[in-house]
């Protein structure tokens, strides 16, 4: 008989696999609504890990809507990449900006949930820089949130 500790094994394969991680995202930000997925969501974060790896530098996905680009892209994979790495900073754009806030105020409060704190314990938010158009970390990491037409100047992003 083993002595894992099943909570353990969850956080880790959370913290180890982006997929995993969007499906658990997913029930919390969609509590009772069934989340119907093909293998597009696996290769979605499969190509996302290699950006978190460094592996690859550009990366458009372009898929018709409601297959879950945005719930993968803009909102737990930035959250699965500094709850990683806290330092890290990330900037992600929508066509609109209420829409780019929207995602970043799912995005923190992903960061804010208890199983997500478990899994990443070392991610924190900095309290005085919390606004849905800038989430920082206290390791001086960021997720920025801006739409077309929006301001950048003298801000980057970067996960590798």
Same mark, same amino acid.
């Given at each position: 008989m083993s002595d894992l500790n099943p909570v353990a094994v969850v956080l880790?394969? !959370?913290?180890a696999e982006l997929f995993e991680y969007v499906v658990r995202v997913f029930a919390e930000l969609r509590p009772g609504v069934k989340l119907h997925y093909g293998h597009h969501l696996r290769a979605i974060c499969y190509? /996302? *890990?290699?950006?978190a790896r460094g592996e690859i530098t550009r990366l458009l996905i372009l898929? +018709?809507?409601? $297959? /879950?680009?945005? $719930?993968?892209?803009s909102v737990a994979f930035p959250s699965w990449? /500094? &709850?990683?790495? +806290?330092?890290?900073?990330i900037i992600c754009m929508s !066509? &609109?900006?209420? /829409?780019a806030e929207g995602f970043s105020r799912d995005t923190r409060r992903l960061m804010q949930a208890d199983w997500s704190r478990a899994a990443f314990p070392g991610l924190q938010l900095d309290p005085r820089r919390s606004a849905a158009e *800038?989430?920082?970390t206290t390791q001086n990491g960021y997720r920025i949130a801006t739409s077309v037409g929006g301001a950048l100047t003298g801000k980057g992003g970067r996960t590798s």
């Open positions: 880790a394969l !959370y913290r190509k /996302l *890990e290699q950006v898929m +018709p809507p409601r $297959h /879950l680009k945005s $719930h993968c892209a990449v /500094l &709850g990683r790495d +806290p330092s890290k900073r !066509y &609109g900006k209420d /829409l *800038e989430l920082r």
